[in-house]
């Protein structure tokens, strides 16, 4: 560790490329600092060549663990102390990788759960009875591996998805489409994610997850009248208080 910036943090990125970018950008958007000394040391491996991980969990494509694995070695032999995974689905292999590691994943999933826990009590309708319903706006992979349902159970909390079709033709469009996030586009992505967020609003949810790592690329916290939760700003602000000994 570092005297001045603290523990370095490896970014095991790549899933995809703009959403390691942002993650990096709200470490050092986050992180108290009035020079360069000041951050934090970041090791970033992306490798956009990881095969997709809802491909794999959905219909059996190739596997994204041997990739995950090999890049989180790196990042510890690097000099890592950490590692964040900006990639929601790719959590459902965050038990395997650890396997192969020594060091810490922050397990993304599981503290924006409990931060939203945090922020339900803060609410004129919680009564510490009544469970608070949450939104999700995630990947079809992330989704079906109950990723986030069961982080938010853990939490007292519970949760409303898109039906399957709103998730196929709303949500994965916005992100997978000819014209999603993935292929560089932003306005009609959007506009998709809103309509999706606008559905689970009027089902009920007090919160949305931005539960896929694009999502946040394009949702933004004016489009929404609930809270709009970016698990990546969760996470990277928890990373920062590791890294600098705040925990």
Not at 131 to 153: C, D, F, R, S, W
């Amino acid at each position: 560790m570092n005297k001045k910036t603290g523990k370095t943090i490896g970014i095991l990125g790549g899933m995809g490329p703009e959403a390691t970018l942002a993650l990096y950008k709200l470490i050092i958007d986050n992180t108290p600092a009035k020079k360069d000394q000041d951050h934090i040391h970041v090791i970033i491996n992306s490798n956009p060549a990881i095969p997709d991980r809802t491909l794999h969990i959905v219909y059996g494509q190739e596997s994204p663990l041997p990739l995950l694995k090999e890049g989180a070695l790196l990042l510890e032999k690097a000099g890592a102390q950490m590692i964040l995974i900006p990639c929601n689905t790719a959590h459902y292999f965050v038990p395997e990788i650890s396997k192969a590691i020594k060091i810490p994943i922050l397990n993304m999933l599981d503290i924006t759960c409990k931060y939203i826990a945090l922020q339900a009590k803060k609410l004129p309708e919680y009564n510490g009875a009544s469970k608070i319903p949450v939104g999700i706006l995630a990947t079809t992979g992330t989704i079906k591996t109950a990723l986030y349902q069961n982080y938010l159970e853990k939490q007292n909390l519970e949760y409303i998805i898109p039906t399957e079709q709103e998730q196929e033709s709303i949500v994965m469009e916005a992100i997978y489409g000819k014209r999603g996030v993935k292929a560089g586009y932003h306005k009609e992505p959007a506009q998709l994610l809103k309509q999706a967020a606008i559905l689970l609003i009027d089902r009920g949810a007090k919160f949305i997850i931005a539960g896929c790592t694009e999502v946040p690329l394009v949702l933004t916290h004016k489009m929404v009248s609930v809270p709009l939760v970016n698990s990546m700003e969760v996470v990277a602000k928890e990373a920062i208080r590791v890294a600098k000994g705040n925990k």
